[in-house]
């Protein structure tokens, strides 16, 4: 398919402001990019895995501190769900402003405020007093989480040269991988010393990212980009999606009353709002165009299940592990392990064999794997063996996710064309955090866990148990999803847009947010979302 050729962009690298080819970015030298296995190159690396990994352990490892947080902090099991819920609300909402804020005023730029507000926000986080302040010091994260996440990768794809992108990546998400797979040890110890080390510790990590971006990575920025930010929208995201987790979640306390029913109907308002904003914008955060694309909106679909039951499932299944089978915080923190070991090994096999015989396979069996897995986890209980009733369970879930991870992401980026494959990849991750904010807010409701359930192992026991069942049932209809409506193969007719295959994917707590394929192969950019 013929493209027509773009204005490059201006690259900034200390002070310097020069034109080069869009496949080209900034470095020391703005004349010459990054290369890997260079010193330089290897600083570039080492801020954004230390920057995404900020964001991704924040949104795992605290579910292993929330016991501790109850206890401790007097509070019910609605505030224990707003802990999770305000860090995902401003994520989710925001992420996508995020990455266009970084390609207007500067990568760097934007990464280190993000690190820096993430780094205040953790101090908050640690020194709160109640939970009302632990839950603002949680949204203030999630900005922070918002501002670097996008970042991370597009520093990279805007710094490397066209040949070594793709390693570079690859290695991106290699380390992030492994990041994934230390969190829940270092999570679990400190929280057996003191729940607040869990967000204390995020402050040197932040100080040094930031002291190395500052000096090591170059800065970089869009000039293609046009039109007015889209403020209008993202306040209704924020808004619909706020009001509806509120609604959601005072119904597990109050029942649907006035106040909860006012709060679900304000939610559904804003987000009719959002959609009528984003059909009518000239620069809209979610062109609505990409919804009418069946593999785009089948696979956002099988996304919101998916990502649902697995946001669900790793709230309870740490209360579960530490309340009814009387695990150490450690040994629940490092139960989820084997899902991201079995995602970094297999799942760039999985996105292979997706690229030969299409995502349809692949995510219709992976998410039904997955249910069996939650299913088997049902039979945890106050005399659960690790191996059988933990550690295998677990396994089939991990087994089920590399399946189904690669393939989805595929899928997203094949049904956008070059020009929106990066925001395409952003609206599969702000779906897929949506969609375990709505879930974490729903399911404890819907199973009665509540007011103080979590401190009594019989009462949480039977929560749990129903909880799986629902859990699993929204993995089938993520397989029913992607049996009906999934067609097609992942290359389009005019050519693959990203090797998906290439990388290592540990996609658990939302879809890795992607450039597209001109990114990562070093062919040119094709407009100014291409690196959102």
Known sequence: MATTPTRAPAVTTDGDSVRLPPASRSSANPQTPLRM?????????????????????????????LR????????????????VNAYTLTLASLILLGGSLGDRYGRRRVFVVGVVWFGVASLLCGLAPNIETLVVARALQGVGGALLTPGSLAIIS?????????????????????????????????????????????????????????????????????????????????VGLGALTFGLTAAGEEGFDTTTIAGVLVGLFALTGFVVVQARSRHPLVPLALFRVRQFSAANAVTLLVYGALGALFLLLTFQLQVVAGFTPLLAGVAMLPVTVIMVLFSSRAGALAQRIGPRLPMTVGPLIAALGVLWMARIDAGASYIVDVLLPVAVLGAGLAVMVAP??????????????????????????????????????????????YTSPADFAGGFSKA??????????????????????????????????????????????????????????????AQT
Request: charged residues 15%; hydrophobic residues 50%; proline residues 6%.
């Open 68 to 83: 501790q947080i109850g206890t401790d902090l007097d509070a019910g099991f609605a505030g224990l769900q707003w802990t």
């Open 408 to 453: 989805l992401t595929a899928a997203v980026l094949s049904a956008a064309p070059d020009r929106l494959a990066g925001v395409a990849s952003g609206v599969n991750n702000a779906v897929a955090r949506a969609a375990g904010l709505l879930a974490v807010a729903v399911i404890p409701v819907m199973v009665g866990l509540s007011g103080d359930a």
């Open 158 to 238: 805007a710094s490397f040269r066209g040949q070594d992108r793709a390693a570079a990546i690859g290695a991106w998400s290699g380390l992030g991988g492994l990041a994934g797979a230390i969190g829940p040890f270092v999570g679990g110890w400190l929280v057996e010393w003191s729940w607040r080390a869990v967000f204390l510790v995020n402050l040197p990590v932040a100080v040094l990212i930031v002291a190395v971006a500052s000096r090591h990575v170059p800065e970089s920025r869009d000039e293609s980009a046009a039109g007015r930010l889209d403020l209008t929208g993202t306040i209704l995201t924020v």
């Open 37 to 65: 296995g260079t010193a330089r190159g290897r600083w570039v690396l080492l801020t954004t895995v230390l920057g995404s990994g900020l964001a991704m352990l924040d949104a795992t490892v605290v579910h292993v501190a």
């Open 468 to 529: 799986t069942t629902l859990i699993a049932a929204l993995f089938v209809g993520g397989a029913v999803l992607a049996a009906v409506f999934m067609r097609g193969p992942i290359e389009p007719d005019d050519g693959p847009r990203i090797r998906v295959e290439k990388l290592t994917h540990c996609g658990v707590a939302g879809p890795q947010i992607h450039p597209p394929a001109e990114a990562a192969s070093g062919r040119p950019s094709q407009g100014p979302l």
